[in-house]
């Protein structure tokens, strides 16, 4: 039950960074959000590791750590921030969300956790949609399907963040882990560090504010929750429980910036839900507790 609660709050707290990057991303260029993002986010994880006094990672974990924070925290934030300035936070949403059937079949080669038979039909089905919001998106211009592009490039860093995120789990501590993989994120990102200092001189406080917002509650908070219930569960079954975030996330879009996906976007996203629903059907392992897990 903590494990299905931690991935609720998750999947809310992810679908909100949609709507955040999109309203932060008028006034901070990708680059230069991902940053700032990740620095927050590093700073507050930072302050629950000096409260807690976990034991560090070994050695031998450093490299996954090091390959989750490059991929996920770094390439997978400036990537969807790139994507935002062109298409919608719901559009975004539903394109990023192919990641779950990513998730599942990198997780069946390389963590063995097997490929049931509904998969690749899932997988089928999830691609159709994709390609009915690129579609969709193109009718609004060239930029616009361009993001719909750069959307499913972020599904792939993010399917390969995480599966390389869950072997850790069996052997660290989730806050050590998160903690480590979003500093590693925010060096990746350095190089638009001036980027940064000279668009938060001429931001507004409601950019910054939504900047620091994304770094504490989605990231800090959000990828706590997240690794905690990866810890307990299987790659798979977890990327399913992200199926959840594009009607939230669309919710958000319309309630907070008064925007809304293309219509035709909104079958392929049905599509999308459905692979994903079709490829994770029968994926109900049983709940693995790690040898050291945070509390």
């Not at 009915?132 to 792939?156: K, M, N």
């Not at 052997?171 to 350095?190: D, E, F, I, K, P």
Request: hydrophobic letters at 55%; glycine letters at 10%.
């Amino acid at each position: 039950m903590r494990s299905l609660v931690a991935a609720l709050v998750t999947v809310v707290l992810w679908a909100s960074a949609f709507v955040g990057i999109r309203a932060a991303g008028e006034e901070v260029s990708p680059g230069a959000l991902a940053l700032g993002r990740l620095l927050v986010g590093s700073a507050a994880l930072g302050a629950f590791v000096l409260i807690r006094r976990e034991p560090l990672p070994s050695r031998r974990d450093l490299p996954g750590i090091v390959f989750c924070g490059v991929l996920w925290f770094g390439i997978y934030n400036v990537v969807l921030n790139e994507a935002e300035q062109r298409v919608d936070a719901g559009t975004a949403s539903m394109l990023v969300n192919v990641g779950p059937i990513l998730i599942a079949l990198l997780a069946g080669v390389l963590l063995h956790e097997g490929f049931p038979r509904s998969l690749m039909a899932g997988i089928l089905v999830a691609f159709a949609g994709a390609a009915v919001i690129g579609v969709a998106t193109s009718e609004q211009g060239v930029a616009a399907s361009w993001g719909a592009v750069l959307c499913v490039v972020a599904a792939f860093a993010y399917a390969g963040g995480v599966v390389a995120q869950k072997p850790l789990l069996s052997r660290a501590s989730a806050l050590q882990v998160t903690w480590l993989a979003c500093t590693v994120g925010a060096l990746t990102c350095l190089p638009f560090a001036p980027s940064l200092v000279r668009e938060v001189d001429d931001a507004p406080a409601s950019a910054i504010g939504w900047m620091v917002y994304l770094g504490v509650v989605p990231t800090a908070i959000a990828f706590m929750t997240w690794a905690y219930a990866l810890a307990r569960t299987t790659a798979g079954q977890m990327g399913s429980t992200t199926y959840l975030v594009p009607p939230i996330a669309i919710l958000m879009g319309w309630a907070i910036l008064g925007e809304t996906p293309p219509s035709l976007a909104y079958l392929g996203g049905a599509l999308c839900l459905a692979g994903v629903a079709i490829a994770t059907r029968g994926r109900r392992p049983a709940i693995r507790r790690p040898a050291v897990a945070s509390r």
